[in-house]
């Protein structure tokens, strides 16, 4: 059986490296895959509690629930980038500094 600190070792690499894409990226769609980089390993560290749990399973209930939420935010996110490449031509985050019609 594998540890649960392996689980959060992980769950914590993958975070790491999603708040590094977030912070350092300048495109928007590579800041949208960081920040998916975080829920994803949100939900690592939810299902490895989960794993742990032998009575409830709360920790893959809240995963799923977290998926769920996820691939709403994600969807919204990518109209609003389309909708500002189609308005300014350009889905580098710094180059657009307004967003009226």
Not at 29 to 53: C, V
Not at 55 to 68: A, E, P, R, S
Not at 75 to 99: E, F, H, W
């Amino acid at each position: 059986m594998i540890p649960l600190q392996h689980f959060l070792f992980v769950g914590a690499t993958l975070f790491s490296l999603g708040l590094f894409a977030v912070i350092t990226r300048k495109n928007a769609i590579q800041i949208l895959m960081g920040i998916e980089l975080m829920i994803n390993a949100s939900i690592l560290n939810m299902a490895a509690f989960g794993k742990y749990d032998k009575v409830d399973n709360t920790g893959q209930i809240f995963g799923l629930f977290i998926i769920v939420l996820a691939a709403a935010a994600v969807a919204v996110a990518l109209v609003i980038i389309m909708n500002l490449y189609k308005r300014a031509k350009s889905i580098d985050p710094n180059q657009t500094n307004t967003l009226r019609g």
